[in-house]
């Protein structure tokens, strides 16, 4: 048998395990909201070489979710960037694979993880600038800042795999573990009793299919002094629904996601979703 580590590298179309998947859906009704937000003017194509977003990454403005744009239009509304990475779509697929084993689903997320985190932190890490001693000469050097250490809240059991393979792109971070029921009530906190007002904090979450648990943390948050234009999501996916009740109350807050699915059902599973996460991820649900 292959690897599972090198499957995860094999080209999805090849994959031996792409005909574990079901029957994909047309690829119109995926893009179903992306082309309803084109329409609404929400959507466009980031500048070209500008300052801290990826080359034609995509920006989406939450106010594009609300179901009568004609209250928002005027407000600012929370911004969400989906890279448009080749090897985003590649994970993403393998993380949806519905018969996939644990350790793959496992490996593809943590993969989505830190992909999301490089676009994320791209223009958002602590800096230093002196002058070194290059081989030739004196040179301008430019070093994170090890001494103002991101603070990442990841939210449940499987939001910690998002953050497994990302810990040569943050020199300096802490980690506060937070779970909370589906009635926002925490069953564990472990943030701080308070933030200072420049402290950069990171919320991490596997997917949003509705509002109420991470509306919950990031209002605590802010409670203890945190600022929102300091902090930022990442999610691997994300419900409109979910996003046009996050959008004005967090206006300055950042999300990044591998992607935005159409739809929540009647049992409120963000379709067409990644399953039961924890059960897949960790092959139970103990």
Do not use: C
Not at 36 to 56: D, P, T, V, Y
Not at 69 to 87: D, E, F, G
């Amino acid at each position: 048998l292959v690897p599972v580590l090198a499957l995860l590298t094999t080209p999805l179309l090849a994959h031996p395990l792409a005909s574990l998947a079901r029957p994909a859906r047309p690829a119109a009704s995926l893009k179903l909201n992306v082309e309803n937000i084109k329409q609404a003017g929400s959507l466009r194509e980031a500048g070209r070489g500008r300052r801290g977003f990826g080359i034609g990454q995509r920006q989406i403005h939450a106010s594009a979710f609300a179901p009568s744009r004609r209250h928002v239009a005027a407000a600012k509304t929370m911004m969400i960037l989906v890279p448009p990475h080749p090897l985003v779509k590649h994970y993403l697929g393998v993380a949806r694979l519905d018969m996939a084993p644990s350790l793959m689903t496992k490996n593809a997320l943590a993969e989505l993880g830190r992909i999301l985190m490089y676009e994320l932190i791209r223009d958002w890490l602590p800096t230093v600038t002196q002058e070194i001693a290059a081989t030739y000469g004196p040179a301008e050097g430019v070093f994170i800042d090890n001494t103002k250490p991101i603070k990442i809240i990841p939210i449940g059991r499987t939001a910690p795999v998002l953050l497994e393979q990302t810990s040569t792109l943050l020199p300096a971070s802490q980690t506060y573990h937070v779970g909370l029921k589906d009635s926002a009530e925490y069953y564990l906190d472990t943030m701080p009793e308070k933030f200072s007002n420049d402290d950069k904090v990171l919320v991490v979450i596997p997917e949003l299919a509705s509002h109420e648990v991470i509306d919950r943390v990031l209002s605590d948050i802010l409670e203890k002094g945190a600022q929102q234009e300091n902090m930022r999501i990442m999610t691997v996916l994300a419900a409109p629904s979910a996003l046009a009740k996050l959008g004005l109350k967090f206006a300055s807050v950042r999300m990044y996601a591998a992607m935005i699915d159409p739809d929540v059902d009647e049992e409120g599973r963000i379709l067409p979703g990644l399953g039961d996460l924890e059960a897949r991820t960790f092959g139970s649900i103990a």
